[in-house]
């Protein structure tokens, strides 16, 4: 049994205290050690510690404090950039500007990334993933120089926590496992399946402050609304457009 | 220091030996502990032993024997299916129709792959991710019945080794780290990068099967064709928009 797995907890309050050189040499090749499609390794990492730079980036991941405050920020992209170049210097016809090598190369850099994160993790750090990488892609690329090929797809903040959350509850597990085939859910398995979340005292607190019904509204009014998700879909995929993996 | 990390191959040949039930849980829970989007946890994962659907699913994974040898087969999918009917339940709009949403689950989805591969491993299992997933995933969703808000992104096999294959070698760490900002690669740099691989045993022994000139050409000609990339991608981007996530 892996703890690391077992164990882990999004950190977002940090320390200031830096993170050992050796120490991230061990996080950034664990991440490199992930499985790739056909050893290509069509992603790459880019390491901020430099603070004007993290600032900038903070200020594109909606100021999160943590981003200020973590030492590290690893960006993980989908790149194809280096691979083409390659092909090209080889006699060899890259045909990989269309969305299912984009696809292909981000599934790369998650499983780098979630490696990352363990091993950060097995080092007595703490890490946060941050969704907001695909919501200000096209910032990201140009504060990190990210060219045609590279595209931002996920990133880790990593620091010393200086907090130590509960683990977070998760759904019974017959909400996201089903076996042989998908079972659909009734009205009452939603119901089933809800219920202990939406009775918590955390969720009874966040309806309060956010005056909503119920949960459910906190998610579709406040926090991922169909507004804000249309418009960084088209952001999203403008990037793709731009850095070479056009969807149309 | 995660072991597992730094011992991973892909394991391609496979004993008969059923997984215990135990373990598989433990694999799955491991899977559900990883990071999630804002604990929406919008992703499922299928659990296929039964071996009329398995055999469907090996088909489908370009007859790969590793899946028909493998005793369990997961697919993790993005998946706002449940998530959207419960909103609809509780008088909440969802907006997750959208390219944001399915990549945003995607993530989640491959996050949760990683640990449940790691776990598997530390079980004493191989595992082996099949990108086949991406190319033929109208015809998965058929096999396994996946509604409409669920898409499956990536595949793992499950069983235990029948082979002991070495560590596969990875590009030099400057090809894919880069510190504080993106730096490109000059041709000199790209011939020092790829120069390993070129010259390697196996390498030379590929070029002579395949009958190319080089390595590069093996990949752009033989594995990863342009017409098949955008073939798939065509066929993904469809999936895309019969699950509910339109691209335009």
């Known amino acids: 049994m892996i703890k690391e797995i ?11 205290d830096e993170i050992d050189d050796k120490v991230l040499n061990s996080i950034l090749q664990a991440a490199i050690r992930g499985s790739n499609t ?17 600032n900038k980036l903070w200020e594109q991941h909606f100021k999160q404090p943590m981003v200020q405050q973590a030492p590290v920020v690893l960006t993980f992209c989908a790149d194809f950039n280096r691979f083409n170049k390659w092909c ?8 990989y500007d269309n ?32 969704g907001t990488t695909n919501y200000t892609a096209d910032k990201i690329i140009e504060i990190l120089e990210l060219p045609k090929g590279v595209v931002p797809v996920t990133t880790l903040v990593l620091g010393y926590p200086d907090e130590s959350p509960e683990l977070t509850p998760r759904l019974p597990e017959r909400a996201v496992i089903h076996y042989e085939k998908y079972k659909d859910f009734s009205k009452e398995d939603i119901d089933n ?4 979340t939406e009775n918590s005292e955390l969720t009874k607190k966040l309806i309060e402050e956010n005056k909503t019904e119920n949960l459910a509204q906190i998610f579709t009014q406040k926090r991922y609304t169909k507004q804000n998700n249309i418009h ?4 999203l995929l403008d990037v793709l457009k731009k850095q070479g993996f056009p969807v149309n």
Chains 1, 2 share one sequence.
């Open 193 to 196: 399946i809800y219920k202990n």
């Open 232 to 235: 960084f879909s088209e952001v």
């Open 99 to 130: 969305f299912l090598s984009f696809f292909t190369a981000s599934v790369d850099a998650v499983i780098a990334a979630q490696n990352a994160a363990l091993e950060a993790e097995a080092s007595g750090l703490g890490i946060c993933y941050l």
């Open 88 to 95: 090209e210097q080889r006699n060899a016809e890259p045909g």
């Open 38 to 54: 056909g050893s290509m390794q069509v992603y790459s990492i880019i390491v901020t510690r430099n603070p004007e730079i993290k």
């Open 6 to 16: 077992f164990e882990h907890r999004s950190i977002r309050k940090y320390k200031s």
